[in-house]
């Protein structure tokens, strides 16, 4: 099984044409203020954009794995 993450519309579009049996992953954003490297600035999708993006998945036939 091949898993992959995601964290906007971009990159769903790109597994949906090119790895469409991959499961996906949503990366969300989590930010440290003590952290030596914020990696929020790059990585990881804003919570609020989360429904939208498992709703184009889903539309893409996609299937996102994962749990809270």
Do not use: H, W
Not at 40 to 50: E, Q
């Amino acid at each position: 099984m091949s898993v992959t993450t995601f964290d906007c519309a971009s990159e769903l579009e790109k597994i949906a044409a090119g790895y469409p049996s991959f499961k996906c992953v949503l990366r969300i954003r989590c930010d440290d203020a003590s952290a030596k490297i914020n990696l929020g600035l790059k990585y990881g999708a804003d919570l609020s954009d989360a429904p939208m993006l498992l709703g184009m998945a889903r539309d893409l036939g996609l299937q996102v794995r994962g749990s809270i």
